[in-house]
């Protein structure tokens, strides 16, 4: 399924692209979800842009209790073996999906960012599955400051909540400074500098990508080109629950108290579901 020397990569890079490890029934598959999940988007949805000529950046987060393709691509495609095996654990959790869906030529780059620092779990044993649903070039691509995940800083989170022109209300702010131990460089600057990859990628590939790495850039698209993504989220052997007091982002804290999970639990529940393990 992987490559050792993929595996290598994943762990001394922090990112690995995958080429061709989904089938075209996966993409298909998603891609309907996708139809569905847009006529009734959660309570988190928000258009992240929109600009002038009304091209809009929309993002979404766990969606799959509510759409069955995503369901079924959680519970039997491979990306949680991919995860499992890339990340060296004995067993995975699903943490959650995103989608990340640019309309034909918007210019919104992603902020550069880390993920586990702000997520309401905490370890290192944790990656997305980040996988196009439509042809996109490299320099569209979500990029990656190779071997970031491993300097164990935390950077000042950008506020995903002040991305909301449509000024929808209780979306996730937080001060996250608090925590931060350093600024994020201004790496699309000098990309050359940071040594920054991003990769030509078909529907079928994937990137996956520790989510303790620095990672942004996409978008700018040519104006006949729209960018559709979905992204899973994968936790392995020593991750816990964890809420923070700074804030989290996207923040499941509420939702996984009602499920009964508490700060220091391992991840479990429905709603958090194991979905391989190496036996
Ligand atoms: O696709 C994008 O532009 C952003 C993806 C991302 O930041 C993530 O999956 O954590």
């Not at 490559?3 to 001394?12: A, D, K, V, Y």
């Not at 949805?45 to 929309?58: E, L, P, S, V």
């Not at 987060?61 to 039997?76: G, L, R």
């Not at 931060?180 to 994937?206: H, L, Y």
Request: hydrophobic residues 40%; glycine residues 8%.
């Amino acid at each position: 399924m992987v490559e050792q020397s993929e595996i290598e990569q994943f762990r001394r890079n922090g990112v690995v692209k995958l080429s061709g490890v989904f089938d075209p029934v996966w993409i298909d598959l998603l891609t309907k979800g996708l139809d569905r999940h847009l006529k009734a988007p959660t309570e988190r949805a928000r258009i992240w842009d929109r600009d002038d000529h009304d091209r809009t950046m929309f993002w979404d987060s766990m969606a799959w209790h509510n759409v069955v393709e995503y369901q079924q691509f959680v519970f039997e495609s491979p990306a949680a073996e991919l995860a499992g095996r890339l990340l060296g654990s004995s067993a995975i959790n699903f943490f959650f999906d995103a989608v990340f869906i640019r309309s034909a030529g918007s210019q919104f780059e992603t902020p550069w960012h880390q993920d586990e620092p702000y997520w309401s779990v905490r370890g290192h044993d944790t990656c997305t599955v980040w996988m196009p649903l439509v042809p996109v070039a490299a320099e569209n691509a979500l990029a990656f400051v190779p071997g970031s995940h491993l300097s164990n800083k935390v950077f000042d989170q950008y506020d995903f909540g002040s991305l909301n022109p449509d000024d929808k209300t209780d979306v996730d702010r937080s001060d996250f400074s608090a925590i931060a131990e350093a600024d994020v460089p201004d790496i699309s600057a000098d990309p050359e500098r940071f040594g920054v990859v991003s990769w030509d990628m078909e529907p079928g590939d994937c990137v996956v990508f520790n989510s303790r790495i620095l990672h942004g850039g996409s978008g700018k698209l040519p104006p006949e080109r729209g960018l559709k993504v979905f992204t899973s989220k994968w936790l392995g052997d020593d991750v816990d629950i964890k809420f923070r007091d700074e804030g989290m982002d996207p923040d499941f804290s509420q939702i996984m108290a009602n499920h009964g999970l508490a700060s220091g639990d391992r991840p479990g529940t429905d709603l958090l579901p194991r979905v391989w393990s190496a036996d």
